[in-house]
């Protein structure tokens, strides 16, 4: 064996020394020293590995579940939202557009689908729906406030200008309305006025400019012309002979 094997140890009490072979014990504690370093060593890159390799495989695993969770959860959620909300939103625009009477329990009687206010007669009510409409066809040129129906804007207009057409033969008193005039007529004079089921009154044309009152229509016009040529009412009356002319040209061919 060659010298650079060999240990140098004493021997006896005289202290010379001579080179011989290591001893086992030795090598048994650097195979258990390697032992323990390398257990430590791996168990300390093995749990670093670990928590590594777990920390990202669960968060990518815990983002892509969360995602589809989410995305399935927000799909199914909003579905059904939207779903209840464009039927209540559908049917409450479907009473608006197309209001139909209900029935009541009362014969003769007509109901608003939409506040349920009674009427008598179904002409009534179809006058009453349109108020319920969203579209108000009829502005006023005073304070723009809409209406449906030309009867309640000249009500209306009235407020403004002060005409009064209708005037009580037994006092001073003046109304806007013939059935305030009659209900004035009937509780302070006691005056009934008797007409027969569905009689019509007779009518009187009212210019809402200046007040002036005709029971003749073509006095009324004229009136209306000389004094008020742009009068709304006279843009009407001529679009209403145009399609009269028309209609009678049409008939006539």
């Known amino acids: 064996m060659p010298r650079s094997f060999l240990v140098k140890k004493k021997r006896g009490a005289c202290g010379a020394w001579q080179w011989k072979e290591p001893d086992k014990t030795i090598g048994m504690n650097l195979s258990i020293y390697l032992s323990i370093y390398l257990s430590i060593y791996l168990s300390i890159y093995l749990s670093?590995?670990?928590?590594?390799?777990?920390?990202i495989y669960l968060s990518i695993y815990l983002s892509i579940y969360l995602s589809i969770y989410l995305s399935i959860y927000l799909s199914i959620y909003l579905s059904i939202y939207l779903s209840i909300y464009l039927s209540i939103y559908l049917s409450i625009h479907n009473i608006l557009k197309n209001p139909r009477p209900r029935p009541s329990t009362v014969s003769g009687d007509f109901v608003c689908s939409v506040c349920h206010k009674v009427f008598p007669l179904q002409r009534m009510l179809t006058r009453h729906l349109k108020c319920h409409s969203l579209v108000k066809r009829h502005p006023c040129r005073f304070c723009g406030k809409g209406f449906n129906d030309t009867f309640d804007l000249k009500r209306h207009m009235r407020t403004h200008t002060g005409i009064r057409p209708y005037k009580c033969e037994l006092c001073e008193k003046a109304f806007t309305q013939r059935c305030s005039l009659e209900s004035h007529m009937r509780k302070i004079h006691g005056v009934h006025q008797q007409y027969a089921y569905r009689q019509r009154r007779s009518k009187i044309f009212v210019c809402e400019d200046c007040g002036y009152t005709s029971s003749?229509?073509?006095?009324?016009?004229?009136?209306?012309?000389?004094?008020?040529?742009?009068?709304?009412?006279?843009?009407?009356?001529?679009?209403r002979q145009a399609h009269e002319n028309k209609t009678l040209k049409h008939l006539r061919h």
């Open 48 to 55: 670093i590995y670990l928590s590594i390799y777990l920390s």
């Open 216 to 239: 003749r229509p073509d006095e009324y016009f004229l009136h209306v012309r000389q004094r008020h040529p742009g009068s709304p009412a006279l843009r009407r009356y001529y679009r």
